[in-house]
């Protein structure tokens, strides 16, 4: 919240800006064990509403970002080994490439104010949902 009230106060004088949030499938429904991530995570997806809402008419682009997978990267690779599991043993395109995951957000910073997207899913083709 305080981030994103901070960015829009900076773009809102000079009519135009970005501002992407990054949640989770969590947002959508929740599953066992993870009762304060999905709350947490459902809470930004209505901040991102309420603010496309709010700033959208100041030129202002929010998007939330559904990101289903973890991300391939040295952080989750490590996680995944302290749950005693090997990355490598991990089915091919089981973790996102952070490049795909990039190249969504460099997609929805160029697009055209006469379709902006305000939700996005992301998630590898074998992830389950």
């Not at 459902?42 to 990101?67: C, T």
């Not at 490590?78 to 973790?95: C, H, Q, W």
Request: glycine content about 10%; aromatic content about 10%; charged content about 25%.
């Amino acid at each position: 919240f305080l981030a994103g009230r901070e960015a829009a106060r900076y773009m809102a004088p000079r009519g135009c800006g970005k501002i992407f949030f990054t949640g989770a499938s969590a947002s959508l429904r929740g599953k066992p064990g993870y009762s304060a991530f999905s709350a947490g995570k459902a809470g930004l997806r209505m901040l991102a509403q309420s603010m496309a809402r709010e700033l959208g008419p100041k030129n202002i682009h929010i998007a939330h970002l559904i990101i289903d997978a973890g991300v391939d990267t040295e952080f989750v690779r490590e996680r995944i080994k302290a749950a005693g599991r090997d990355p490598e043993a991990l089915p091919p395109d089981t973790l996102m490439d952070p490049n795909s995951v990039a190249e969504a957000y460099w997609m929805l910073y160029h697009q055209s104010r006469d379709g902006w997207t305000h939700e996005l899913d992301l998630r590898p083709f074998r992830e389950s949902w």
